[in-house]
């Protein structure tokens, strides 16, 4: 069965070194991404791009990956991404971190997808401070409306480990993040497609009214989804999926790992929890080639 990750982390250099300039800690900018990456056991991916890219390649080979949607995770790891997807040779797809607040956002993201192959944004209502249905975010909400664009709106529970580990405090407020929110800008973009990463992360069952009000508000599967212990019923990954089908269909769900840094590399684990969950609710072949493959085919294809 083909897969196609349509939630990854490319975090080249870039982005460590964004986030490692933000730190009060002391020391240089070395010395603090030395000592956060000794303390969370991952390494620093060298600052040569090409390489990054060719071990990620590596993985997605390994693995058979087909293809994979990796974010810009910081406004400045944007011109790095743009050239890993060029680098990975049709093997990546790139979206850009972006804050629609910031004067000439939508000019800008017009211009990624025109001309360096990027396919959408991501959104971070809670961190950026605003919610997705204030008027200031209409300009780039129409540049996705026309240009089928698609856009991740992160909504619930948001942990950054690196920004913890350098000492940046925790200013996202999920207030502004609740999926309910999207519901009129959806239905005011119908040619944008909307996606509600880790099934809400938190703010499960706004989720799923989100998407039986929204025939273009879709869902991913990434992360550890450590949100359910946060539900107030006890809730399994099978119930979650159980649950986000009956709503959804498996038109609207998008399989993502949420992978993000070496040594563990790309999470394979998470495809074979979630394919052993949808053989379990008896969910069909045409069903999981869907989940895993086909809509994010279609999503990337849409023009």
């Known amino acids: 069965m083909s897969v196609i990750d349509f939630h990854l982390h490319l ?4 982005f460590f070194d964004a986030l490692a300039a933000q730190s009060p800690q002391p020391g240089s900018v070395e010395e603090k991404l030395a000592r956060a990456s000794a303390k969370a056991g991952f390494e ?12 990620w390649s590596a993985e997605f080979e390994r693995h058979q990956v087909e293809h994979a949607c990796a974010f810009a995770s ?10 890993a997807a060029v680098l990975a040779r049709g093997k990546i797809t790139p979206f850009a971190v972006v804050n629609p607040l910031v004067e000439g956002v939508a000019e800008r993201v017009g211009g990624l997808l025109a001309t360096k192959g990027f396919r959408g944004v991501l959104l971070f209502p809670a961190l950026h401070g605003y919610s997705i249905d204030d008027a200031r975010c209409a300009p780039l909400l129409a540049v996705l409306n026309a240009e089928r664009a698609i856009a991740y709106v992160h909504c619930g529970l948001l942990v950054v480990k690196l920004r913890d580990l350098l000492g940046l405090p925790r200013s996202a407020d999920p207030r502004r993040a609740n999926p309910l929110d ?10 944008a497609r909307f996606v509600i990463p880790h099934f809400g992360a938190g703010f ?3 989720t799923l009214l989100a998407g039986a009000q929204c025939s273009n508000v879709f869902v991913d599967t990434s992360s550890s989804n450590s949100w359910i212990a946060t539900q107030p019923a006890t809730l399994t990954l099978r119930d ?11 038109q609207r769900v998008l399989f993502g790992t ?9 999470r394979d684990d998470r ?9 379990s609710l008896g969910v069909s072949t045409a069903e999981r080639e869907l989940v895993f493959a086909g809509n994010a085919r279609r999503l990337l294809a849409a023009r």
């Open 258 to 266: 949420d992978s993000n840094t070496f040594p563990r590399g790309w």
């Open 74 to 83: 910081v406004p400045e790891e944007i011109a790095a991404l743009a050239e």
């Open 11 to 14: 975090f080249a250099r870039p």
């Open 204 to 206: 499960f069952r706004e």
């Open 240 to 250: 979650v999926f159980e649950r986000t089908l009956g709503v959804f269909g498996a």
């Open 44 to 55: 620093l991916p060298t600052p040569d791009l090409a390489a990054h890219v060719a071990r």
């Open 271 to 279: 495809l074979h929890e979630q394919r052993e969950i949808l053989v």
């Open 182 to 191: 999207l519901i009129p800008v959806a239905n005011a973009n119908p040619d």
